[in-house]
């Protein structure tokens, strides 16, 4: 049986479509534009004591990627999750949370995510697995989007299958957020993932993770009904970790997607964000 090939919704919903020629064969160059808003901290008034409010600026990301791949190299592309975690990361930056910190990004795909973080973080490190050039595609779109990249910035490969390098193992142990949007797409990568987060959120430095998921419904004959099976599996996964994890204590919670759009996309309501925090015991 051939391996599905699939698209992403967004490049039906809106145009990004860029005139630039792409460095790899059979890629395509999409613009994505956001707005970049000045940050809150430094809020100024005017003479009669009002808030001086700045006009955010207009700015784009030039990110080249996959217009369709098989399940397996999906992460050549971008989906929903990348921008409402990109919403997500603006809204923390211009609130300061962001200042100082270490950024990870795990499934980094063609690292748009990672680029608005190193907007505001001190050090962003962006990874992913090192399979069909996803790692080289990212290193592409650091050379397109240089002027948005304000923080030290490494490209590193994390396979969640896989052991970890020393080398990550030791910068593992400085990161004080994680990152990651639309990571579960097949019940054993999901697992996967899931026993990674468990394994970082127990290392030192007591970390916090963002992880936006688009629940994807199909029919099943088995409900009779749509089920997420993907979701399923990693909230099923995720109760487990928590409730039977002697070694920390998490913080679990699904947060409200009550913070500004600044990219352009549809907002669906099957997009979810979870912030799980863990504060290892001594």
């Known amino acids: 049986m051939p391996e599905l090939t699939v698209t992403s919704e967004i490049y039906e919903e809106y145009d990004y479509k860029s005139k630039n020629s792409p460095s790899i064969e059979g890629n395509v160059i999409s613009e994505f534009p956001f707005l970049l808003p000045t940050s809150t901290i430094n809020a100024r008034f005017d003479e009669d004591n009002d808030l001086d409010i700045e006009r955010p600026q207009k700015e784009t990301f030039k990110i080249e990627h ?12 971008v989906w929903r999750g990348a921008f ?16 100082g910190k270490t950024v990870m990004e795990l499934g980094a795909g063609t690292g748009l995510t990672s680029f608005v973080a190193a907007l505001y973080a001190k050090k962003v490190i962006c990874t992913d697995i090192d399979v069909g050039g996803i790692l080289e595609l990212i290193k592409l779109n650091v050379k397109y989007n240089k002027k948005f990249i304000k923080s030290e910035f490494k490209v590193m490969p994390l ?8 080398e990550l193992t030791n910068e593992m142990r400085g990161v004080d957020i994680l990152i990651a949007a639309d990571v579960i797409y097949d019940d054993d990568v999901t697992a996967a993932f899931v026993a990674t987060i468990q394994k970082i959120l127990d290392t030192t430095t007591p970390k916090t993770l963002y992880v936006v998921l688009e629940k994807r419904y199909v029919f099943t004959i088995e409900h009779m009904d749509s089920v997420a099976p993907c979701y399923e599996t990693f909230l099923a996964l995720l109760d487990k970790v928590k409730t039977g994890n002697a070694h920390s204590t998490w913080i679990v919670e699904q947060l409200p997607l009550d913070f500004p759009k600044y990219f352009i996309y549809d907002r669906v309501k099957e997009l979810v964000l979870w912030k799980i925090s863990s504060k290892p015991i001594n």
């Open 66 to 77: 996959s217009s369709k791949t098989k399940l397996a190299l999906v992460g050549l592309q």
């Open 84 to 99: 409402l975690l990109g919403d997500l990361l603006i809204h923390l930056g211009i609130n300061g949370n962001l200042t």
């Open 159 to 166: 396979d969640f299958k896989d052991t970890w390098s020393s």
